[in-house]
């Protein structure tokens, strides 16, 4: 456990269970009614914003759930998320991987509370008290008897609530322009794109079966990610492959039984890299060789190209959003599709340009690309700043230092 810090005249160390209520009441499922159901996903790390909620019929909840009230604060005890904190704008009920806890309100302050279980000093110390090797969770021991606050009078806490909510709403505000800023980077890139290609839209055609010598996606091995290795060959999957480049974060591992048995998807260099299925199909990139060697898994197919076309010039022509389109929308009927097949690849039409053209389109579109990034790294910068600032500031308001 982290030492305990001076703390100013008037507060005082206290123990969690002496100021709030571990609420652990579950609920029969009725399928005739409708619920708010709070999960992890609906909780913003850090900010303790709901997104993405709406209410959930009694036949989509599958699981037993915990009951929490209006005003109490739901904790997430997942070492994961341990960030993720509500404090509960409505009733309803939430998953098991949600504690709710009900402040004493003649002790505690439920937005203080909040603030408290997001500050580095509590995740820290909850991070030192995890169990669970498949699901690592904090442990309801060290919530019930040896988690601390530091607790200053009641108005007091209002009045660090209140100083922190200002604050952080004038961070919050920085922080969003600097990501608008990024999002209209990305939305003039793809303008670029666009009008890059659309020049080439009376241009001969031809279909990418005709200029690949491969089209194929991989397999998950047998037992699924329990069979991953923390290290051996790359198994990329569609959480690496994104349009401005390749991620490391999420990659999985095989040993060299488990590749054997996937050679026909190993890839090689200058591979491009096509999402084919899921929420971020059609997401494409050009295989990044650190990685290599490496085979991808069933969602992301390799597109493996003969010399008649260069590598980025495909994945500059795949990526422009009217292209992109045109990929994800069906032959019939217009419908967005969520899977794109071998055959469609197969068929699908791109310009029949002489290398030279090719070559100085992505010269061309490599200086603005570049020239982008710059921009988009200068503003993440800056978030990370002000998020660093935000977290700074929590922790010194629990010192009494705000």
């Known amino acids: 456990m982290n030492e305990l810090y001076e703390l100013p005249e008037g507060w005082e160390w206290k123990k969690l269970k002496d100021t709030i209520e571990f609420s652990n009441k579950t609920v029969i499922i009725d399928n005739d009614d409708e619920y708010n159901c709070i999960g992890l996903e609906h909780i913003e790390s850090n900010t303790g914003k709901l997104i993405d909620f709406k209410t959930s019929h009694g036949l989509d909840i599958k699981s037993s759930k915990v009951v929490f009230e209006k005003g109490m604060v739901l904790y997430s005890k997942l070492r994961p998320y341990l960030n993720k904190v509500w404090k509960a704008e409505f009733s309803g009920i939430a998953t098991t991987e ?130 991953y290795k923390t290290e051996g060959i790359s198994l990329i999957r569609s959480m690496n492959v994104h349009d401005t480049g390749f991620r490391e974060k999420g990659l999985a591992f095989i040993d060299e039984e488990q590749a054997q048995k ?29 990685y290599l060697p490496a085979r991808v898994n069933q969602h992301v197919s390799i597109l493996r190209l003969k010399d008649t076309m260069i590598p980025s010039f495909l994945h500059y022509y795949l990526i422009s959003p009217f292209v992109k389109s045109e990929l994800l929308l069906s032959s019939s009927g217009g419908a967005t599709r969520e899977a794109i097949t071998k ?33 988009k790294e200068l503003q993440k910068e800056k978030m990370q700043h002000l998020k660093a600032l935000k977290a700074s500031i929590l922790n010194q308001a629990f010192k009494g230092k705000l």
Do not use: W
Not at 130 to 155: C, E, F, H, V, W
Not at 274 to 290: E, M, P, Q
């Open 98 to 227: 949600i504690l709710p806890f009900k402040p004493f309100p003649d002790v505690l302050d439920s937005n203080y509370l909040a603030h408290y279980l997001r500050s580095n000093y509590f995740v820290q110390n909850a991070m030192n008290n995890i169990s669970g090797a498949r699901m690592p969770r904090i442990t309801t021991r060290y919530l019930k008897n040896d988690a601390l606050i530091p607790l200053p009078p009641l108005q007091e806490q209002k009045r660090i609530v209140a100083k922190l909510d200002a604050l952080f709403e004038k961070i919050d505000k920085a922080i969003a322009l600097h990501q608008k800023n990024m999002d209209e980077a990305d939305a003039f890139m793809g303008s670029v794109l666009n009008d890059v290609f659309e020049e080439f839209s009376n241009r001969k055609t031809i279909a990418l079966k005709e200029i690949t010598s491969k089209i194929g996606s991989g397999s998950t091995p047998r037992g699924g990610q329990k069979s």
């Open 262 to 290: 996937l050679n026909n998807v190993a890839i090689k260099e200058n591979d491009v890299l096509l999402n084919i299925t899921g929420a971020s199909v059609a997401r494409c990139c050009i295989v990044d060789n650190n």
């Open 343 to 375: 055959s469609m690849l197969e068929k699908f039409q791109v310009p029949l340009l002489s290398q030279n053209i090719q070559q100085k389109t992505v010269n061309y579109l490599d200086k603005i690309s570049s020239h982008i990034e710059r921009v």
